[in-house]
């Protein structure tokens, strides 16, 4: 993906254009969409950006304009739509992008509408629908109010036309819009890897791994896969929607999510056709990329170093799920898995963990500096052992009760006092090969320790990005 190219994405550098290439280029656009609507008598769609100022390219519309073309070929995908003739410019004069295509212009208008609205960085983008009678539709005409100004609530072509606000001012508010676009893109992409990860890391007593299928009949590492490639775009909503609710108290955040996460397991019912494969994970990733993104709300957050901490990610979501234990006593809710084991045995699952801030994790992540010496892989099997020993995992005592609890809790323990598997990655793996076995005859599987995992995964990767003060987003590869 493009993303994998940007680090500068928010420099405005480049070089002023005279007004008349500016009307010129404004005119050889508009002879191209009169050919296309004259001879192909279809919709003709047109982007271009709104870029304040005389340079009209530089690395941020460079993205920007990407981004608009990804979210274009989504919506061609998804209406199964070849265009019948296209242009794509990346000019000095301005990025552009025309389409010949066979769907009703009413019909796409209301599409490209919905995209406007789907995510703050559309608002750079200015896309037209055209009849092809020549006819430009307009949001008024579907009784949706005229784009507002990027700074304040009036229509942003009065606001433009009577130069309200300074040039300064707008582009900051475009260089916040696409850092926080391009976080919610790349943080998207390294939470769906981190699932994947997990599902990959082989052996894992009772999980799913790329051997077996573990203690589940129903799941495979391929159908893992699939799930969390479909997850990606809504754990950048999540973020996204962490960045847009910044300015609402803490209190009303879970709430407000809880519709996304919805939205999130539904889409991933879909691909599983009904198999609960990340379920608890979408619990978990939601809450920690909305607290990213509450926090990469704060102006100008790539200047400041150290920007994302452990500490205070995981504190901000104990502070959203304050009281999400309730919800295992107050009869309110339907009665799920998690509600009728807190009746039974008093553990409060997920739910206690994050209103807890994930004190588990935060516990044994220091794993990963301590064993630093050792392959990431061999870091991972030790932190899985210590979360099954220490993990009062809701997924065990659905399965096997208590005694399945003691078992796997008692053999992770004895384990981790083997001093052999802290040098001995081959020897680690046959203990583990065995443990397998074993909790496939018993049929347990630490399915709440494997959601910790793939976040640890997640939160390490996230931790090595460096925040400098060049205006880059270096994202650390190694």
Same mark, same amino acid.
């Given at each position: 993906?493009?993303l @994998?190219n940007?680090?500068?994405?928010t420099?405005?550098q480049?070089?002023?254009?005279?007004l008349l @290439?500016?009307?010129d280029?404004k005119?050889?656009?508009?002879?191209l969409?009169?050919?296309?609507?004259?001879?192909?008598?279809?919709?003709v769609?047109s982007?271009?950006?709104?870029?304040?100022?005389g340079? !009209? &390219?530089?690395?941020?519309?460079?993205?920007?304009?990407?981004r608009?073309?990804?979210?274009l070929?989504?919506?061609?995908?998804?209406?199964?739509i070849v265009?019948?003739?296209?242009?794509?410019?990346?000019?000095?004069?301005g990025?552009?992008?025309?389409?010949?295509?066979s *769907? +009703?212009p009413?019909?796409?208008?209301?599409y490209?509408?919905? *995209? @406007?609205?789907?995510?703050?960085?559309?608002?750079?983008?200015?896309?037209?629908?055209?009849?092809?009678?020549?006819e430009?539709?307009n949001?008024?005409?579907?009784?949706?109010?005229?784009?507002s100004c990027?700074?304040?609530?009036?229509?942003?072509k009065i606001?433009?036309?009577?130069?309200?606000?300074?040039?300064?001012?707008l582009?900051?508010?475009?260089?916040?819009l696409?850092?926080?676009?391009?976080?919610?893109?790349?943080?998207?992409?390294?939470?769906?890897?981190?699932?994947?990860?997990?599902a990959?890391?082989?052996?894992?007593?009772?999980?799913? +791994?790329a051997?077996?299928?573990g203690a589940h009949?129903d799941?495979?590492?391929r159908l893992?896969q699939?799930?969390?490639?479909?997850?990606r775009?809504?754990?950048?909503k999540?973020?996204r929607?962490?960045?847009?609710?910044?300015h609402?108290?803490?209190?009303? *955040?879970?709430?407000?999510? &809880?519709p996304?996460?919805i939205?999130?397991?539904d889409?991933?019912?879909l691909?599983? !056709?009904g198999?609960?494969?990340h379920?608890?994970?979408v619990?978990?990733?939601?809450?920690?990329?909305?607290?990213?993104?509450?926090l990469?709300?704060? !102006?100008?957050?790539?200047?400041?170093?150290?920007?994302?901490?452990?500490?205070n990610?995981?504190n901000?979501?104990?502070?959203?799920?304050?009281? *999400?234990?309730?919800?295992?006593?107050?009869?309110q809710?339907?009665?799920t898995?998690g509600?009728?084991?807190?009746?039974?045995?008093?553990?409060?699952?997920?739910?206690g963990?994050?209103?807890?801030g994930f004190?588990?994790?935060?516990?044994?992540?220091?794993?990963?500096?301590?064993y630093?010496?050792?392959s990431?892989?061999h870091?991972?099997?030790?932190?899985?052992?210590?979360?099954?020993? @220490?993990?009062?995992?809701t997924n065990?005592?659905?399965r096997?009760?208590? +005694?399945?609890?003691?078992?796997?809790?008692?053999?992770?323990?004895a384990?981790?006092e083997?001093n052999?598997?802290?040098h001995?990655?081959?020897?680690l793996?046959?203990?583990?090969?065995?443990? +397998?076995?074993?909790?496939?005859?018993?049929?347990l599987?630490?399915?709440g320790?494997?959601?910790l995992l793939a976040?640890?995964?997640?939160?390490?990767a996230?931790?090595r990005?460096?925040?400098?003060?060049?205006n880059?987003?270096?994202?650390?590869e190694n």
């Amino acid at each position: 993906m493009y993303l @994998e190219n940007f680090y500068n994405i928010t420099s405005l550098q480049g070089s002023d254009v005279p007004l008349l @290439e500016l009307l010129d280029a404004k005119e050889k656009r508009a002879r191209l969409q009169k050919k296309y609507c004259e001879t192909y008598k279809k919709s003709v769609l047109s982007v271009t950006l709104v870029a304040m100022g005389g340079v !009209k &390219r530089n690395p941020l519309l460079d993205y920007v304009f990407k981004r608009a073309l990804d979210r274009l070929n989504t919506l061609f995908q998804m209406l199964k739509i070849v265009p019948l003739a296209q242009s794509i410019q990346f000019l000095s004069t301005g990025h552009e992008a025309i389409f010949a295509l066979s *769907i +009703d212009p009413r019909l796409l208008k209301q599409y490209c509408i919905e *995209i @406007e609205e789907s995510l703050p960085l559309a608002r750079l983008w200015d896309i037209d629908v055209i009849t092809p009678t020549g006819e430009i539709l307009n949001r008024t005409d579907f009784y949706v109010p005229a784009r507002s100004c990027l700074l304040c609530d009036d229509n942003a072509k009065i606001c433009a036309r009577n130069r309200k606000h300074s040039l300064a001012d707008l582009h900051n508010y475009m260089q916040n819009l696409v850092a926080q676009d391009y976080l919610a893109e790349k943080l998207a992409y390294h939470a769906s890897d981190a699932l994947v990860e997990e599902a990959c890391l082989t052996p894992k007593p009772g999980l799913v +791994d790329a051997k077996n299928t573990g203690a589940h009949q129903d799941m495979n590492v391929r159908l893992l896969q699939q799930s969390a490639r479909v997850l990606r775009p809504y754990f950048a909503k999540f973020i996204r929607f962490g960045q847009q609710t910044a300015h609402l108290p803490i209190s009303e *955040i879970l709430s407000r999510l &809880r519709p996304l996460g919805i939205k999130a397991e539904d889409a991933m019912f879909l691909v599983t !056709k009904g198999v609960n494969t990340h379920k608890g994970a979408v619990f978990s990733f939601g809450l920690v990329c909305t607290a990213i993104g509450r926090l990469s709300s704060t !102006k100008n957050f790539w200047h400041q170093d150290h920007f994302f901490t452990l500490e205070n990610i995981c504190n901000l979501v104990a502070e959203m799920c304050q009281g *999400i234990t309730k919800e295992l006593t107050d009869g309110q809710y339907p009665v799920t898995a998690g509600i009728t084991l807190f009746k039974r045995y008093g553990v409060k699952g997920a739910r206690g963990e994050a209103e807890a801030g994930f004190p588990l994790l935060r516990k044994y992540f220091c794993i990963f500096d301590k064993y630093q010496h050792l392959s990431f892989e061999h870091q991972k099997f030790l932190f899985l052992l210590h979360l099954m020993h @220490e993990n009062a995992d809701t997924n065990i005592l659905h399965r096997g009760g208590l +005694d399945g609890l003691e078992f796997i809790q008692q053999h992770a323990k004895a384990l981790l006092e083997d001093n052999q598997i802290y040098h001995d990655l081959p020897y680690l793996k046959s203990r583990l090969e065995n443990f +397998d076995t074993q909790c496939m005859e018993k049929n347990l599987s630490a399915g709440g320790s494997a959601d910790l995992l793939a976040l640890s995964i997640f939160l390490h990767a996230l931790l090595r990005i460096n925040f400098d003060h060049s205006n880059q987003i270096n994202f650390s590869e190694n």
